[in-house]
C-alpha cells in the first residue's frame, strides 16, 4: 500500500521533557486521522515533527516519498499546515493574504490567482477577498488560514486543533470542507517527472489534532496520545466496540446519591455525568448483575431512579476508561481531557 506518511519510531525531548516517545504513523492517501489527547500529550510536537519544522532526536519520516530529513522543502512542497493560533497578517486583505503565502512557496501570479480563486470559493470566502483578515469573524479566519495552507494544493494538511475556541456552528461547517475536500480533492499540483509513484497517489490525507469527541468520530482513524506515545490506535468503531456491554446509564435524582451508590458496587469501575445522567462502566460480564440490584440500593440509600438501561459506549467513555489506569482491549493509559 502507499502511503503519504511513513514515520517510524520519532523522538523528541526538551531537556528532561520526552515531548514524544516513539511515534509512527502509517497514513494512506484519503485519510482523515485524529490525534486526540490532553494538553502537553505530543500532539503539537509530532504536528511540528511532520512538517519539518523541528528535527526528531531519532526516528525518520517520509511525507509523499520524500525524506523530510534530508529533502525538506521538497516534502514541505507537498504540506499544508495550520497551526493552533490565527498566523495570517491582519492588516492585509483575504486575498493579499493568500498571495503572500502563494509566493512564499514560489508560485507566479499566473498560477496563484487563479488557484486562490478557486480555493476561496471552495471554502466560502470568495464574496469576502478585499476584507482585511483583521475584520473578519472567528470563523472566517479560521477558513482564511485553511485557504492559506491549500493554495499550494497540498497531498498532506496537517490542522493542529483548528476549531478550538469557536462555536459549535463554526466547527461543524469547518468540518464539513475538511470532508468535502477528502472527498473531492483539489487537484494537486504535478511532480517532475520520474518521482517516487508514492508521492503520485491520488487522494489528500488529513491529518488533525483535536480535544472534541464528536471531531473524533468524524476520523477515519483516532490515535490516542499520552506522555507523547499514541497508546491506541484504531477505527472510532473499533474504539467503541472495546467496551461494548460495559456502559450503562443513568438518570434520576439527587445525582450525588446515585453517584456515591453507583460508585459503591463492586462491579462498578467508574462513574461519569454526562449531563443530567452518568454513565456507569461496568467489569467485563458485569452489566447484568449491577442492572438487577443497583436500583434496590439507589432506592434504599433515599434516591429516585428514572431510567437505568444499557447504552452503546461513545469515545468519551472510551477516553475516560483509558484515563484510569487500566486497560480497554489491548490499550494502556491515557489522561482525561476536560475540553
Request: a negative charge; one cysteine or more; hydrophobic letters at 35%.
Amino acid at each position: 500500500m502507499n502511503l503519504l506518511v511513513n514515520a517510524t519510531g520519532l523522538k523528541k525531548s526538551f531537556g528532561e521533557t520526552h515531548a514524544v516517545d516513539g511515534v509512527s504513523l502509517q497514513i494512506p492517501p484519503g485519510e482523515i486521522y485524529g490525534l486526540v489527547g490532553s494538553d502537553g500529550a505530543g500532539k503539537t510536537t509530532t504536528m511540528r515533527l511532520l512538517v519539518g519544522a523541528l528535527k526528531p532526536d531519532y526516528g525518520s519520516i517520509e511525507v509523499c516519498g520524500y525524506d523530510v530529513l534530508k529533502e525538506t522543502e521538497d516534502a514541505r512542497s507537498q504540506i499544508g499546515y495550520l497551526s493552533q493560533r490565527f498566523s495570517m497578517y491582519e492588516d492585509l486583505t483575504v486575498l493579499e493574504n493568500i498571495r503572500f503565502f502563494a509566493e512564499v512557496r514560489g508560485l507566479s501570479s499566473s498560477e496563484w490567482l487563479p488557484r486562490s480563486m478557486e480555493i476561496l470559493e471552495f471554502v466560502g470566502l470568495d464574496k469576502f477577498k478585499d476584507r482585511r483578515a483583521g475584520q473578519l469573524s472567528g470563523g472566517m479566519k479560521q477558513k482564511l488560514g485553511l485557504a492559506s495552507a491549500l493554495v499550494t494544493r497540498p497531498r498532506l494538511l496537517l490542522l493542529d486543533e483548528p476549531t478550538t475556541g469557536v462555536d459549535p456552528v463554526t466547527r461543524q461547517d469547518f468540518w464539513q470542507l475538511v470532508i468535502k475536500l477528502v472527498a473531492t480533492p483539489l487537484t494537486p499540483t504535478p511532480l517532475p517527472e520520474g518521482k517516487r509513484q508514492g508521492a503520485r497517489e491520488e487522494g489528500v490525507s488529513v491529518i488533525i489534532s483535536s480535544p472534541y469527541m464528536d471531531e473524533a468520530s468524524r476520523c477515519h482513524r483516532v490515535g490516542f496520545m499520552k506522555n507523547g506515545q499514541i497508546i491506541a490506535e484504531d477505527t472510532p468503531s473499533n474504539l467503541r466496540a472495546r467496551l461494548n456491554g460495559r456502559v450503562l446509564e443513568l438518570r434520576g435524582s439527587p445525582l450525588d446519591t446515585l453517584r456515591h451508590v453507583a460508585h459503591a458496587d463492586v462491579d462498578v469501575e467508574d462513574v461519569q455525568a454526562f449531563g443530567d445522567r452518568l454513565h456507569i462502566r461496568v467489569g467485563e460480564g458485569k452489566s447484568k448483575a449491577v442492572l438487577k440490584r443497583l436500583k434496590a440500593e439507589i432506592k434504599q440509600a433515599g434516591g429516585r431512579v428514572d431510567e437505568l438501561r444499557s447504552v452503546p459506549p461513545v469515545l468519551e467513555d472510551v477516553f475516560i476508561a483509558l484515563s484510569d489506569h487500566e486497560y480497554v482491549g489491548a490499550s494502556p493509559t491515557l489522561e482525561r481531557n476536560e475540553s
